[in-house]
T-cell receptor, first 115, second 115 residues
Framework: LAKTTQPISMDSYEGQEVNITCSHNNIATNDYITWYQQFPSQGPRFIIQGYKTKVTNEVASLFIPADRKSSTLSLPRVSLSDTAVYYCLVGEDTMAGAGSYQLTFGKGTKLSVIP | DTGVSQNPRHKITKRGQNVTFRCDPISEHNRLYWYRQTLGQGPEFLTYFQNEAQLEKSRLLSDRFSAERPKGSFSTLEIQRTEQGDSAMYLC?????????????FGPGTRLTVL
């Protein structure tokens, strides 16, 4: 089963770019890498997903090197409202051929944005 | 609002009582997932449905837990003879197809407190 390792916490000042790196040494060929954001007492919110190279959307960028054993979530110019827990996940196809896509969350990275 | 909805948002019960939670997924999403999250931890997978069929259950799901999705639309999660250890946030998510790279969208959760 693919597992992920990411820093427990990070601090950043408002307006800075924040990069959160996740290690997933045992990622499988078919696994996608997905990042979620979670605020207290809310469900996780999808941020971005990628398979390889670089993906960018309106809120973040995701950098994935060629070996796919790590990935970096980049948040440009963070604001106080970006204070949250960020989870890196890789898909687990637990039932080959049946398309199961069970998500396994770790403890995430608690990002604190400081004014 | 066309997102995933969950009811109730909060539930307080006494040990030994039965509780039932409801999840309404995003319209036309075939996949529906249940997760449980305790304080300071990431969500843990419990079970998922493809339309009305329950295809997988976590080993974490004891016999006191049962989930249904009778018409392939909304789902219910019932916990019988609740225990204090059942206190957690119960999250529901849905996705369009469940294929590789499929994105799960989470609801706001139901917070259960067992006294």
């Amino acid at each position: 089963l693919a597992k992920t390792t990411q820093p427990i916490s990070m601090d950043s000042y408002e307006g800075q770019e924040v990069n959160i790196t996740c290690s997933h040494n045992n990622i499988a060929t078919n696994d996608y890498i997905t990042w979620y954001q979670q605020f207290p007492s809310q469900g996780p919110r999808f941020i971005i997903q990628g398979y390889k190279t670089k993906v960018t959307n309106e809120v973040a960028s995701l950098f994935i090197p060629a070996d796919r054993k790590s990935s970096t979530l980049s948040l440009p110019r963070v604001s106080l409202s970006d204070t949250a827990v960020y989870y890196c996940l890789v898909g687990e196809d637990t039932m080959a051929g049946a398309g199961s896509y069970q998500l396994t969350f770790g403890k995430g990275t608690k990002l604190s944005v400081i004014p | 609002d066309t997102g995933v909805s969950q009811n109730p948002r909060h539930k307080i019960t006494k040990r030994g009582q039965n509780v039932t939670f409801r999840c309404d997924p995003i319209s036309e999403h075939n996949r529906l997932y249940w997760y449980r999250q305790t304080l300071g931890q990431g969500p843990e997978f419990l079970t998922y449905f493809q339309n009305e069929a329950q295809l997988e259950k976590s080993r974490l799901l004891s016999d006191r837990f049962s989930a249904e999705r009778p018409k392939g639309s909304f789902s219910t999660l019932e916990i019988q003879r609740t225990e204090q250890g059942d206190s957690a946030m119960y999250l529901c998510a849905s996705s369009p197809s469940g294929g590789l790279g499929d994105t799960q969208y989470f609801g706001p959760g139901t917070r259960l407190t067992v006294l």
